[in-house]
């Protein structure tokens, strides 16, 4: 059974930067889609930044310049670095892994930017 645990988040002034991390456990034969997206309140869930099966990264054009996603194959985390947070990045950010006829989702943690 594939479990993903986000970390990482917290309360953060604009400006300021805060680093995620998604830890996978479990196994995924094939994995599409590795990432991150938010949900703001009264809105709908949003990419964020992921990587696509191929290995390359997309952002959001709202994020580009700003995030940065890595990972550690090796420990099966990936991670969402923040720099410059602005008011509106507050959300709930969730780890997401597609694989072929599947999908997972972590739990969400809470990033709030403060003005």
């Known amino acids: 059974q594939v479990q993903l645990v986000e970390s990482g988040g917290g309360l953060v002034q604009a400006g300021g930067s805060l680093r995620l991390s998604c830890a996978a456990s479990g196994t995924i034969f094939i994995v599409n889609v590795m990432g991150w997206y938010r949900q703001a309140p009264g809105k709908q869930r949003e990419l964020v930044a992921i990587?696509?099966?191929?290995?390359?990264?997309n952002y959001a054009d709202f994020v580009k310049g700003r995030f940065t996603i890595s990972r550690d194959n090796a420990k099966n985390t990936v991670y969402l670095q923040m720099n410059s947070l602005k008011p509106e990045d507050t959300a709930v950010y969730y780890c997401h892994v597609s694989s072929v006829g599947s999908n997972y989702w972590g739990q969400g943690t809470q990033v709030t930017v403060s003005s």
């Open positions: 990587f696509t099966r191929g290995g390359s990264t």
